[in-house]
């Protein structure tokens, strides 16, 4: 399985990313299937991933995200929709069945949440934990949530509807240590 290569507003992905995005449909397959897998490799790889994207924010500015991260995390997130959708048998038409793909990456990642609503067209989930919040606050780099977070979450969801939409991240933030995050998705209706 191959995705398409990355344009960045510095060319391609570096092939180290671009392998990531290829690999990324079955890495997550994995994850599921073993629990093993999960813990000792995708976890941690994750978590480097997080570190690294950290890392060249500190180091290059705003425009490494520009530049790299949002546009791999967007190519990652689409990388793994068309798979992951067959895999969970996702109904694209309903935002409550669509919620499955979130408690499939929370599960994946460790993070813990409960669904507030959970409608056809409307569906808000509030994570109360996160294993990679406390990096992230001691970056001060809130806005990897708000920013890259958002455009991962919105490129999978657009995939599987192009009339998603994703609300904000703009409450409170576990990555900024003053409460839950809170993901409203919505399905925008023709009506």
Known sequence: MTTQSVSTAAGQLPPLLQRVVDLSPRLWMAADRSPLFRHLVFRPA????????????????????????RPFMRAFGRARTGPLAAYLKLDPQDMGDLGRLQDFEDRMWGVEGHWESRGKDEAVKVETACPYAAMIRRFDLPEFCTDV???????????????????PLDGTL??????PCRFCHRLRTTS
């Open 46 to 69: 994750s978590y480097g991933l997080l570190l690294g994207a950290l890392v060249a924010r500190r180091l290059g500015g705003p425009r490494t995200w520009d530049e790299y991260i």
């Open 149 to 167: 977070i958002h455009h991962f979450e919105s490129a999978t969801y657009e995939a599987l509807n192009p009339s998603y939409t994703l609300a």
């Open 174 to 179: 576990l990555s900024k240590g003053d409460g």
